[in-house]
């Protein structure tokens, strides 16, 4: 059974850092690339960060030196750090799972609300 089960969300003051976490299991964790998507009320979705099994990372032009995404292949885990945190990151954040064999085979975590504010 996938699961992607993401944690560290919270209620932090604007230049805060939070820390999210990602588990997953159900499925071979390395050969999918992992990311990172939030969602704010009344907005899409969006890609905030993403990172290949190698390692290479891209992010959205809005968290760029202040996001950074990570993962451990040897505990099935993705992280992404949040710091210098603003009122406009304020959404539900997202882990996804793509896989890099199977075309259009993805997986979606349920989500942590992540809320920046004084």
């Known amino acids: 059974q996938v699961q992607l089960v993401e944690s560290g969300g919270g209620l932090v003051q604007p230049g805060g850092s939070l820390r999210l976490s990602c588990a997953a299991s159900g499925f071979t964790f390395s050969s999918h690339v992992m990311s990172w998507y939030r969602q704010a009320p009344g907005k899409e979705r969006e890609l905030v960060a993403a990172i290949t099994v190698g390692g290479s990372t891209n992010y959205a032009d809005s968290v760029k030196g202040r996001f950074t995404i990570s993962r451990d292949n040897a505990k099935n885990t993705m992280y992404l750090q949040l710091n210098s945190l603003k009122p406009e990151d304020t959404a539900v954040y997202y882990c996804?799972?793509?896989?890099?064999?199977?075309?259009?085979?993805?997986?979606w975590g349920q989500g942590t609300q992540v809320t920046v504010s004084s």
């Open positions: 996804k799972a793509t896989s890099l064999y199977v075309r259009n085979l993805y997986y």
